[in-house]
């Protein structure tokens, strides 16, 4: 049973930074890609970051210079850092895995974490 147990949300002032993990287990196949979304109450689910098992990596604008996803293969975990945060990247971040590059192109998710609350508020 694939399982994603992510970690690190919170609450945090107006530009300050918080880091968010995630660690898969039990996949049955090589992972292509891991990344996140998030998702405010009433609006989609919006795609945030992604990082491919050989290091590519793809941004939102709305994070692109604030935001880095990283790695670490041999565990199947990401970590989200997140700087500067701003009032509007209040959301619940989901952790999610794909097996191709669907993940990136058609936002093909092969399975989703349960969510943290990143909460940016003064």
């Known amino acids: 049973q694939v399982q994603l147990v992510e970690s690190g949300g919170g609450l945090v002032h107006p530009g300050g930074s918080l880091r968010l993990s995630c660690a898969a287990s039990?996949?049955?196949?090589?992972?292509?890609?891991m990344g996140w979304f998030r998702r405010v109450p009433g609006a989609e689910r919006e795609f945030v970051a992604a990082?491919?098992?050989?290091?590519?990596?793809r941004y939102s604008d709305s994070v692109k210079g604030r935001f880095t996803i990283t790695k670490l293969n041999a565990q199947d975990t990401v970590y989200l850092q997140m700087n500067s945060l701003k009032l509007e990247d209040t959301a619940v971040y989901y952790c999610?895995?794909?097996?191709?590059?669907?993940?990136?192109?058609?936002?093909?998710?092969?399975?989703w974490g349960q969510g943290t609350q990143v909460t940016v508020s003064s």
């Open positions: 999610s895995l794909g097996y191709s590059g669907g993940y990136f192109d058609h936002g093909d998710v092969g399975f």
């Open positions: 039990g996949s049955p196949y090589p992972i292509y890609a």
């Open positions: 990082i491919t098992s050989r290091g590519f990596t």
